[in-house]
Nanobody
């Protein structure tokens, strides 16, 4: 069983920055592939960025965020991060972290990011 708790959301102006964090409680976190998703009002949840556990630490990003968002993980702290730069109005939404090993993924409760002029 894995518990995920996100933090770091808030209200920011366009062009601003935020860093989200997700702390995991549970065994073997370093073996999990992890990701950040977001859900905008009235829209489906979408993948923002993911990072694997492999030695090469492969990262992937949604088409709308490369160069602006950076996902990272610190296995010693059981934490994943999402550094968000140059935020846009359309980045508004609830951001969820997710961890997957075998079977269904685990989800956090989400943290709200609101970009408003």
């Amino acid at each position: 069983q894995l518990r995920l708790v996100e933090a770091g959301g808030g209200l920011v102006q366009p062009g601003g920055s935020l860093r989200l964090s997700c702390v995991a409680s549970g065994p073997n976190f370093s073996f999990f592939d992890v990701a950040w998703y977001r859900q905008a009002p009235g829209k489906q949840r979408e993948l923002v960025a993911s990072i694997t556990t492999t030695t090469t630490t492969t990262t992937t990003y949604a088409d709308s965020v490369p160069g602006r968002f950076t996902i990272s993980r610190d296995n010693a702290k059981n934490t994943i991060y999402l550094q968000m730069e140059a935020l846009k109005l359309e980045d508004t939404g609830v951001y969820f972290c997710s961890a997957h090993l075998n079977g269904p993924p685990y989800w956090g409760q989400g943290t709200q990011v609101t970009v408003v002029a």
